[in-house]
């Protein structure tokens, strides 16, 4: 591989998601990134927040691209990314606090049901579930932005689209995860809070 992949995306996004995570997470102490796609988050958050160990994860095809970021970081809090693809074989760890970003639009509904419904296996009991993304609310786009960019999409493929926040809450909420909080973010996106319940 002759470079790093890199995301203007997540480079744009990478200070506001922090602002907020190192709230939440400031009593977290191992955190599982879904989907960790070119890995700039992950080294990112990691650096900043060292108490906690971020541990990557993403699809086979997209390990080695993760690998060139954790390994030019070479941070002591960032074991070597997993594979994992929702659909099938989860670690065997526990987490408690999950992050996931620009995922829930670009996987299949039935793939983010697959997701929720592994959850429980590896997070413990009051774990955190942040989720960054954009989410259309009562069924409604929130910025014109946001309809363009669920036809752009849909365009690249049938089963992708923005999701609607009641729908993605009762998902939680059958899963034992409470809506906590709610943050607008640039762009219109929104990060999103859950925790799971119990003590």
Sequence with gaps: ???????????????????VLRTWFADRRHVLEIGSGTGQHGVHFAAAMPHLEWQSSDREENLAGLRQWLDEAALPNTPPPLELDVTDTWPNDHYDAIFSANTLHIMAWQEVERMFAALPSVTVAGACLAIYGPFNVDGRFTSDSNAAFDRELK?????????????VDALAASIGFELIDDVAMPANNRLRLWKRRGT
Excluded: C, F, Q
Aim: proline residues 9%; charged residues 25%.
């Design 1 to 19: 591989m002759t470079g790093k992949p890199y995301s203007p995306a997540s480079e744009r996004n990478r200070e506001p998601i922090l602002a």
């Design 155 to 167: 365009m690249r493929g049938a089963h992708m689209g923005i999701r609607d926040t009641a729908v």
